[in-house]
T-cell receptor
Framework: DAGITQSPRHKVTETGTPVTLRCHQTENHRYMYWYRQDPGHGLRLIHYSYGVKDTDKGEVSDGYSVSRSKTEDFLLTLESATSSQTSVYFC???????????FGEGSWLTVV | QQQVKQSPQSLIVQKGGISIINCAYENTAFDYFPWYQQFPGKGPALLIAIRPDVSEKKEGRFTISFNKSAKQFSLHIMDSQPGDSATYFCAASPGGSNYKLTFGKGTLLTVNP
């Protein structure tokens, strides 16, 4: 258990509505990440954070924003959800040694 | 541009056999190469990782072989067991730190009893 909690774990939402996914860690790690997983695409980095209020884009950041106001929380927001954002979203953290990324259990998001 | 290419997409092996999954990368700045194992409904979990200063790393039944000149690395699972049935992802990161991993598309391994 890497001390990562994602919420909600499952959500169905309508196109055009805003959605926020939360990642909470208990280990005080500096780096946190949001990935999405889709069949045939593997895991793709959406955004990551290297400290409070310090974030940067990944390879599939369009349509997503993030915020990190506290070390332990990293929020992913879909401002206006689209069907193409139906996916499994994984939060991840980097341990202090920098050698291991741990993933959360995932959040299943369906946009109808 | 796909920076890490993984093959095969799926693999079926008999119990006791050897499972081999291959990955190739393009970015010569990559300096850390982990493999992740994922069971249905779960997040990926680190299985084994290698840095390019060695050509092979073994942990139990799992071995990574690394060929720096060919920019390829592979995962070998010896004596494959039904419990090894999962999706496996290779990944790569630059500069010795893994703060930004690039993943392959995954291989679904099925080990038949």
């Amino acid at each position: 258990d890497a001390g990562i909690t994602q919420s909600p774990r499952h959500k169905v939402t309508e196109t055009g509505t805003p959605v926020t996914l939360r990642c909470h860690q208990t280990e005080n790690h500096r780096y946190m990440y949001w990935y999405r997983q889709d069949p045939g695409h593997g895991l793709r980095l959406i955004h990551y954070s290297y400290g409070v209020k310090d974030t940067d884009k990944g390879e599939v950041s369009d349509g997503y924003s993030v915020s990190r106001s506290k070390t332990e929380d990293f929020l992913l927001t879909l401002e206006s959800a689209t069907s193409s954002q139906t996916s499994v979203y994984f939060c991840a953290i980097n341990d202090h040694s920098g050698n291991t990324i741990y993933f959360g259990e995932g959040s299943w998001l369906t946009v109808v | 541009q796909q920076q890490v290419k993984q093959s095969p997409q799926s693999l079926i092996v008999q119990k006791g056999g050897i499972s081999i999954i291959n990955c190739a990368y393009e970015n010569t700045a990559f300096d850390y190469f982990p493999w992740y194992q994922q069971f249905p409904g779960k997040g990926p979990a680190l299985l084994i990782a290698i840095r390019p200063d060695v050509s092979e790393k073994k942990e139990g039944r799992f071995t990574i072989s690394f060929n720096k000149s060919a920019k390829q690395f592979s995962l070998h699972i010896m004596d494959s067991q039904p419990g090894d049935s999962a999706t496996y992802f290779c990944a790569a990161s630059p500069g010795g730190s893994n703060y930004k991993l690039t993943f392959g598309k995954g291989t679904l391994l099925t080990v038949n009893p």
